[in-house]
């Protein structure tokens, strides 16, 4: 039984076991938008994808939209992360650095017990994410009739810990404490999230958007093991499932699919238009993986690739065969379309706008023909 059915079971929460029966095709965004107004973005992404849309990231709008300003901005309040000639780091050198290590864990602990003035610290900051503040300001307005999830997202924590560097250059990732600081304010950011976008009736879903677990396996990263990646998306996980909302991953390169099918996920977002077939190398994972309720969110609209040399008709064609193979590993088409997603298959925000609204019309009418096929 997957986390998310066990607390179902033990809540008894009817609003968990709607979740469960899976999206039946819903069409929902990665993320981000080429756009710089950021309520004209949601209305673009409320039009677009109705029953699931997305708060939008906004990346043309410079460095104020960097996943350090929307995600990891708690680490710059405390300290512990500077910025220097335009370049963020970890300064472990400093005199003061224990004081500020203890500052942050005050902070972080409050937050875990459910203290409201430190939680306050991890709500993505307007003029980080101005596209989630938009996105709730609409809810209010307008409400969120028709909606059936409403889905955020957060940056992974090997992506961050990657980029991320201290004062000697060496990858925070790799060095226990600043690890354990970035995933611990990446899973409070994410059930901030989690909790605010559930207000409205909806589940929420929240998204770690992590192109860094394709360094799993690669010379270049051998300390990399297993265990970091799935513990750190589990803790991740589990923050987001105590706002009784699910957690997906996103992985936009052909990786280990194991890594993601045997965590506590309940979504797993790819490429699926160039790396597809990738999955097929996971046979039982993938069967274990639908049978405890997971979902799969297939990034069959080209983003890479030119949108515009493909239609409905023949990205579900691609969609068909990429299902029929699956049905080969011994799970039934219909449970493989009731537990799926329609998505694009990367974020569009530095795309010309004009390839961006393709995507999301493809993405929109893709959802339509798996949904009446279901």
């Not at 986390?3 to 039946?24: N, V």
């Not at 409050?110 to 994410?129: I, N, Q």
């Not at 219909?334 to 990367?346: F, N």
Request: charged share 20%.
């Amino acid at each position: 039984m997957s986390p998310l059915a066990t607390l179902c079971h033990e809540k008894g929460d009817k609003l968990l076991e709607q979740r469960l029966k899976g999206p039946g095709g819903l069409a929902t965004g990665i993320g981000s938008l080429p756009f710089t107004d950021a309520h004209e973005s949601v209305r673009f992404v409320r039009k677009h994808l109705p029953q699931m849309p997305h708060w939008p990231q906004m990346p043309r709008l410079g460095r104020q939209e960097h996943f350090i300003s929307q995600c990891l901005k708690p680490l710059v309040d405390t300290g512990l992360i500077v910025e220097k000639n335009e370049k963020y780091f970890f300064d472990t050198s400093r005199a003061d650095w224990p004081d500020l290590l203890t500052g942050f864990y005050t902070i972080s602990l409050a937050a875990e017990a459910g203290d409201p003035d430190a939680l306050d610290h991890f709500v993505p900051p307007m003029e980080g994410a101005r596209g989630f503040h938009a996105l709730l300001e609409d809810l209010q307005a307008s409400g969120s009739h028709g909606i059936k999830y409403i889905k955020g997202q957060i940056a992974g924590p090997l992506t961050a810990g990657f980029q991320l560097k201290d004062e000697k250059g060496r990858y925070a990732y790799y060095q226990d404490v600043l690890r354990d600081v970035i995933v611990r304010t990446l899973a409070q950011v994410a059930q901030c999230q989690a909790a605010q976008l559930s207000q409205f009736g909806a589940p929420a879903v929240i998204f770690v958007d992590e192109p860094g677990v394709a360094a799993y396996g690669s010379a270049h990263y051998l300390p990399l093991s297993r265990e970091m990646i799935t513990g750190d998306l589990n803790v991740i996980s589990r923050a987001i499932h105590s706002e009784n909302a699910l957690a997906g991953v996103h992985a936009c390169e052909g990786v280990d699919w194991s890594l993601l099918f045997e965590s506590d996920l309940d979504i797993v977002s790819l490429d699926a238009y160039r790396y597809g077939n990738s999955l097929f190398y996971y046979p039982l994972q993938i069967k274990a993986f639908l049978e405890k309720g997971g979902v799969l969110a297939w990034g069959i609209v080209p983003t890479l690739d030119d949108p515009f040399s493909e239609d409905v008709d023949s990205l579900f064609t691609k969609l068909e065969r990429l299902i029929a193979r699956l049905v080969g590993c011994g799970v039934t088409r219909e449970k493989i379309l009731s537990q799926s997603m329609i998505t694009p298959a990367c974020g569009t925000g530095l795309l010309p706008e004009k390839q961006a609204k393709r995507i999301y019309e493809l993405t929109a009418g893709l959802s339509e023909k798996v949904i009446s096929n279901v």
